[in-house]
């Protein structure tokens, strides 16, 4: 079965960085698109950011458009999530998700905590 493990979270002030990473753990796998989802406390999980490993094309919510970037390393099978200019309000838990080829998210990271202090 295949898990992707995330890794990179943390506390950081307002105003810094942080880079998470998501790479697919057990069996060989097929990557069609692979997103970022965040849910900070007593609110549903959110989409923020997604590549399409196939054409290149990324997607990002309004709120981290000029902020975050997502990347990948194919060689490494490696997604990356660029955070700069971090704000209280980004302050969640961080999944990592992939889909099938169908595009329904149906692999998802066990998640990483991510903290700004104002």
């Known amino acids: 079965q295949v898990q992707l493990v995330e890794s990179g979270g943390g506390l950081v002030q307002a105003g810094g960085s942080l880079r998470l990473s998501c790479a697919p753990s057990?069996?060989?796998?097929?990557?069609?698109?692979m997103a970022w989802f965040r849910q900070a406390p007593g609110q549903d999980r959110k989409f923020v950011t997604a590549?399409?490993?196939?054409?290149?094309?990324?997607y990002y919510t309004n709120s981290v458009k000029g902020r975050f970037t997502i990347s990948r390393d194919r060689t490494k099978n490696t997604q990356y999530l660029q955070m700069n200019s971090l704000e209280p309000d980004d302050t969640a838990v961080y999944y990592c998700a992939a889909t099938d080829r169908r595009g329904v998210y149906d692999t998802w990271g066990q998640g990483t905590q991510v903290t700004v202090s104002s």
């Open positions: 590549l399409n490993w196939i054409d290149g094309s990324k």
């Open positions: 057990g069996r060989t796998f097929t990557v069609y698109t």
